[in-house]
């Protein structure tokens, strides 16, 4: 994912408007349509239906499907997590872990608990269509405090939408990602405060803190700015539909499926892509044999990693070489093997630490009332060498008396702690064959080399 300069995005949003607006020779009485009621061919309990979406919107809807949006709530760690908070709390968890990640499930009724979420009906699975797109206030900034419209108005960014018998239409600011209320609505789910009172994932306060959470600087990007950048051409399927921006859906981030899923490999590989670009390392070698290694947030518009960083592992693997020999290593954690379980206290990680009210480690977030973070931040500042002060992280080593000529780096991402996951299989409450689903990332972009033909320098520059 690039960085767009705001320049940049201005000039794109012009382009687009203009061509948007002299193009296609919308007729004014398009705008009056919300007036006279539109004959629907959908009915109210069709436009729940993410699949009756696919005959006109198939992009769309193929994004969506492959997406963790329609996987939220068939997370086999999430289904195990919910099982044993409700246990564990003796059913006081309610409907707290539903309410994000099958809020039509919820708000229809066929859910209390997410206990019976194996036989709700596919259609009210995960966030769905209809739950983003009839959005009409948002009345909170954490636990899905989202109010939806039942007037049948799918809402999108265009102000100018082509009448169809299948749904009314109309534009929302919420739903319009050049507009500050556009992130609202995201953040709105990715902050998540505890039963306890503990704001656990900050995503958005992340983001409201950064340089790009700030409406009034250049350096403003929304969530979907970044999460749902897009392709020029038409959003729905019929003669004369006119070209737009087709907003991505897939929304790739760090989690992926771990049972068959649609369209698996794709979120995988997209899943990787964005990380390639998302941490950089710099590695300085001196004189004297000490190694710096300085790690950075190079593209997320806040920490990195975010929300659920008490389950992500994030660290830093390193090898030096004299000649051919291998002489020296930090931080080598082998696949299967949980990080807390290798010499942990030592390594360049980067996760949350969360603490029960007893001051115990903990993993679960119905236990979870403290935390401590140690992760890659955003900028706040737009002062580059302020970033490189502020927000980048740094470890030295000595390698005196190596005679080491080379130096590599990795960085390893794993979107779930093995620990998390062995916790959920000893409790009974997670199928064992899951662990071996969990993926490790390396993180190409910040894969770096340091030979002693570069010199006494930091690499890159
Ligand atoms: C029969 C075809 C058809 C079906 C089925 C359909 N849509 Fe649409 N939809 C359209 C057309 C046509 C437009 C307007 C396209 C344009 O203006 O370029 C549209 C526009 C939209 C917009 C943009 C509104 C705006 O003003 O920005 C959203 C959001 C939307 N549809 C969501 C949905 C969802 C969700 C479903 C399933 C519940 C769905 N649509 C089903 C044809 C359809
Ligand atoms: C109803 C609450 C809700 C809303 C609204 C919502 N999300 Fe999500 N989002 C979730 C849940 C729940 C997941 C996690 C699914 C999982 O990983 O199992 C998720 C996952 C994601 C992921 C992937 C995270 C990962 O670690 O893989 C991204 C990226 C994302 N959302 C971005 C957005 C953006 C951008 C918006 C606004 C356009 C948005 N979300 C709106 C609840 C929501
Ligand atoms: C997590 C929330 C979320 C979910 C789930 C979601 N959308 Fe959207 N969708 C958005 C947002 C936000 C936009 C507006 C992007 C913009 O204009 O800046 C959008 C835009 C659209 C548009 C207008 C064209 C475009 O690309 O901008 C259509 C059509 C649409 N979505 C259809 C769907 C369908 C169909 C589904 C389900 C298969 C779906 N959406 C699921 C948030 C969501
Ligand atoms: C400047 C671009 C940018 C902005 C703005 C931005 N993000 Fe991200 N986001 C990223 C990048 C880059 C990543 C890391 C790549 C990845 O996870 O695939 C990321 C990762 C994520 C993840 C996975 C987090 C993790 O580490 O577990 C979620 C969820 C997410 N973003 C949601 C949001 C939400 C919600 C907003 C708005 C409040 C937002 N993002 C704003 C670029 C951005
Ligand atoms: C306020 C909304 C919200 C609530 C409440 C919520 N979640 Fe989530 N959950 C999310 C979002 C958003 C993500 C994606 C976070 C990210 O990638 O940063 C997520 C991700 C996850 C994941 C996959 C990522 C991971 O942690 O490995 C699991 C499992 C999960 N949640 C379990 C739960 C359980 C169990 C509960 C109830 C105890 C719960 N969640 C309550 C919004 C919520």
Not at 55 to 74: D, L, R
Not at 197 to 204: K, P
Not at 346 to 358: I, M, P, Q, R
Request: charged letters at 20%; aromatic letters at 8%; a negative charge.
């Amino acid at each position: 994912m690039h960085r767009m300069g705001s320049v940049q995005l201005y000039f794109l949003l012009l382009g687009f408007w203009l061509f948007s607006a002299c193009d296609f020779g919308q007729s004014s009485d398009t705008i009056d349509a919300g007036v006279a009621p539109i004959p629907k061919t959908l009915s109210d309990a069709d436009l729940l239906d993410p699949k009756k979406c696919q005959q006109c919107h198939q992009q769309h809807y193929e994004e969506w499907a492959s997406s963790m949006h329609a996987y939220a709530s068939k997370d086999p760690v999430f289904l195990a997590m919910n099982q044993r908070g409700q246990r564990e709390t003796n059913g006081e968890l309610g409907s707290f872990c539903v309410q994000c990640h099958a809020p039509m499930a919820l708000r229809t009724g066929a859910t209390i608990d997410g206990l019976n979420l194996e036989t709700v009906p596919d259609h009210l699975q995960g966030v769905t269509c209809y739950f983003c797109h009839t959005v009409e206030a948002v009345n909170g900034t954490h636990n899905n405090p989202l109010q939806l419209a039942s007037d049948g108005v799918m809402r999108g960014g265009f102000s100018d939408p082509v009448e169809t018998p299948a749904h009314l239409s109309g534009y929302s600011a919420f739903h319009d990602r050049s507009e500050p209320e556009s992130a609202a609505l995201c953040g709105a789910c990715h902050d998540v405060v505890t039963p306890s009172g503990h704001h656990i994932e900050r995503t958005f306060l992340e983001w409201q803190n950064s340089v790009f959470g700030q409406a009034d600087m250049d350096s403003f990007l929304s969530c979907g700015d970044c999460h749902m950048n897009g392709r020029t051409e038409p959003i729905a399927a019929g003669p004369g539909n006119p070209v737009r921006r087709r907003h991505k859906h897939l929304m790739p981030g760090v989690d992926v499926a771990l049972t068959p899923f649609f369209g698996h490999e794709n979120h995988v590989a997209a899943v990787q892509e964005e990380l390639d670009y998302t941490v950089e390392a710099h590695l300085c070698m001196e004189e004297t044999q000490l190694l710096t290694v300085r790690l950075g947030n190079l593209t997320a518009g806040h920490a990195f990693p975010s929300g659920s960083a008490h389950d992500r592992r994030l660290w830093a693997e390193l090898r030096a070489y004299s000649g051919d020999n291998e002489v020296w290593t930090h931080g080598i954690v082998p696949e299967d093997v949980p990080l807390a379980d290798t010499a942990a206290d030592d390594l360049f990680s980067f996760f949350e630490h969360g603490f029960d009210e007893n001051g115990e480690e903990a993993f679960m977030l119905w236990e979870i009332t403290d935390s401590e973070s140690n992760v890659l931040e955003a900028p706040e500042s737009t002062d580059t060498s302020a970033v490189i002060e502020d927000q980048h992280k740094i470890k030295t080593f000595d390698l005196a008396g190596l005679n080491v000529d080379r130096i590599d780096i990795q960085v390893k991402l794993r979107p779930m702690a093995l620990h998390v996951v062995d916790s959920l299989v000893a409790s009974g409450d997670l199928d064992p064959s899951i662990r071996d689903a969990i993926p490790t990332f390396n993180l190409k972009g910040a894969e770096v080399t340091w030979t002693i033909d570069d010199g006494w320098v930091c690499v890159p520059w």
